[in-house]
């Protein structure tokens, strides 16, 4: 039976000190509402929650280029990155305060998830997956790559595979991890939505848009199918965006919270089959919807766990 961890801080919570409650349809207290749903609905008690530290200069540096960190003190290019030109008059520490510390924060969860997973455990980071951050590129409002930074700080032994089922390409993770040694990226998205160009993953698979629970489910097997013909991982990176779900603000996929629930549970299933460790991710998700949808599917999880 593997272990479960949950990995969550108030940290991971955008706009704190700033009179904000959504950023281009995000809820910016997504990680807060995934965390009271796993308490309040399924039972999860509090002190499980692990606070993580932040990523050291040292495990930042390791992927991201010295001048792009430099860059992130500058409101201005936090405002760019995020798409949000109010945070270009804000005081360094204020913007710094409300995009980038949630960001850097939930990096640490993510190394320490993937610490986890890496003796054989399940662990769900209630926040992270910024599969848009480049070693020298902030865009579409991730900042840092964080699964780049925790592969790069953690030794896992075996192959890991990043499987990307966010809605929009993980156009930062194919970047960061080309070329990586032992670790496979796929990602199954959105074929007309950002980011343009798509950087080629080691496997891609593209959706037309409005797709429904049947084909996106058909189309998350024949993903892992293709997976399973290259390799045989010890650990599963899920990067598990729930921007699919049917009338999301920045998607336009069909899938209900049912179908989101059965993909979730579909990854489980192959992570058990293969006895790898899993570190589910939320990355995108933009409708009032995704944090319970989120808080399901970890729920599932963790009882597939358990029962393993």
């Known amino acids: 039976m593997p272990e479960t961890a949950y990995f969550y801080d108030p940290a991971y919570n955008y706009g704190r000190g700033l009179p904000l409650k959504r950023v281009h349809g995000f809820v910016l207290d997504k990680a807060r509402r995934v965390r009271d749903a796993l308490v309040g609905v399924h039972g999860v008690a509090k002190s499980v929650f692990v606070s993580p530290a932040e990523p050291t200069p040292e495990e930042l540096q390791a992927v991201h280029a010295p001048s792009h960190l430099d860059g992130l003190r500058s409101s201005k290019a936090l405002a760019k990155a995020a798409e949000l030109s109010v945070l ?19 990096t640490g969860g993510t190394i320490a998830a993937l610490r986890h997973a890496a003796a054989g455990g399940w662990a769900f980071n209630l926040a992270g997956g910024y599969h848009h951050a480049r ?28 499987i990307d089922l966010d809605t929009h390409h993980g156009d930062g993770n ?14 199954l998205h959105e074929r007309d939505a950002f980011p343009f160009p798509k950087p080629p993953s080691d496997i891609d698979h593209e959706l037309p848009s409005g797709v429904d629970d049947a084909a996106y489910l058909e189309a998350v097997d024949r993903l892992v199918a293709e997976i399973s013909e290259r390799v045989t991982p010890t650990v599963i990176v899920y990067v598990a965006g729930t921007d699919i779900l049917a009338g999301d603000p920045l ?36 409708s009032e919807a995704s944090p319970g949808v989120v808080a399901a599917g970890i729920a599932a999880l963790a009882d597939m766990a358990r029962a393993s």
């Open 88 to 106: 270009a008059a804000l005081p360094g520490p204020l913007a710094r305060r409300a995009i980038l510390t949630p960001q850097l924060r939930a």
């Open 135 to 162: 070693p020298a590129l902030a865009h579409g409002f991730c900042l840092i790559a964080d699964v780049a930074v925790a592969l790069a700080a953690v030794d896992v032994s075996g192959p890991v595979v990043v």
């Open 251 to 286: 998607g336009s996929q069909r899938v209900t919270a049912a179908g989101v629930l059965e993909r979730d549970r579909r990854i489980g299933r192959w992570a058990r089959e293969l006895r790898a460790g899993l570190v589910l991710l939320p990355a995108g998700g933009y």
């Open 174 to 187: 194919a970047v960061a991890l080309r070329g990586a040694a032992n670790v496979l990226t796929a990602s």
